[in-house]
Each structure stands twice: as structure tokens, then as C-alpha cells.
């Protein structure tokens, strides 16, 4: 095939398809009502905060654990759908664990020397 042809044929179907996509509207679609989130209480975002400056605090010291961590996620799901109670458990129990993880690296070394 002869390159000077391909090269104009690439050439004009590239035109083509720019003609097409700067002449096409842009299609607005209605947006759904975004639902309200979800509050929690007062003392339930106390209990969120206070969990995410331990977590912060125990990361920054490399003492986090999987299930500190995993007690944190918990409790921020437990926000995003409102449920107070469960973001107290799992925010108060995010905290412990990462205050534990704190307290375990003033335990002394198992380490056979």
C-alpha cells in the first residue's frame, strides 16, 4: 500500500472524527436529588475524632494494628449511615486498641541475643 496514500487517509479520518466530537452538544442529564447525609451525635462525633487523632498518633509511631485500623473504617461506615451507637463502639474501641499498640512498644524485646 502506498504510504502517502495511508498517511492522508489517517489524516482525513482523523479530521473526521475531530469534526464529529466538536460539533456533537453536550447532553445534560438531570441530576438526582442527592440524598441528605447522615448525622450522627454529638458524642458519637467526639468518639470519631478522638479515634482518628489515636489512629494518627499510633500510625506516626509505626504501633497501629490491622484491627485498630480496621475498627476505624467501622466506625467512619457507621457515620456515613447515620448510626450513632455503632460509631461510639467502633470509635471507642479504634481508640483503645491504638493506645494498647502505643503501651506495647514499652514492652521489653523478646529478642534472643
Known amino acids: ?16 472524527v475531530l ?8 447532553t445534560t442529564v438531570d441530576a438526582a436529588p442527592v ?6 451525635s454529638a458524642e458519637a462525633q467526639q468518639a470519631l475524632t478522638q479515634a482518628e487523632a489515636d489512629v494518627k498518633m499510633a500510625k506516626s509511631k509505626f504501633a497501629l494494628w490491622t484491627t485498630t485500623d480496621s475498627a476505624l473504617k467501622a466506625a467512619k461506615e457507621a457515620a456515613k449511615s447515620g448510626d ?22 514499652s514492652y521489653p524485646s523478646t529478642e534472643q541475643k
Open 1 to 16: 500500500m502506498n504510504t502517502k496514500f495511508t498517511s492522508v487517509a489517517i489524516a482525513g479520518l482523523f479530521a473526521v
Open 19 to 26: 469534526y464529529g466530537c466538536g460539533g456533537t452538544p453536550a
Open 35 to 40: 440524598a441528605a447525609k447522615a448525622s450522627i
Open 84 to 105: 450513632s451507637a455503632a460509631v461510639i463502639k467502633q470509635a471507642t474501641m479504634a481508640s483503645d486498641l491504638a493506645k494498647l499498640g502505643i503501651g506495647q512498644l
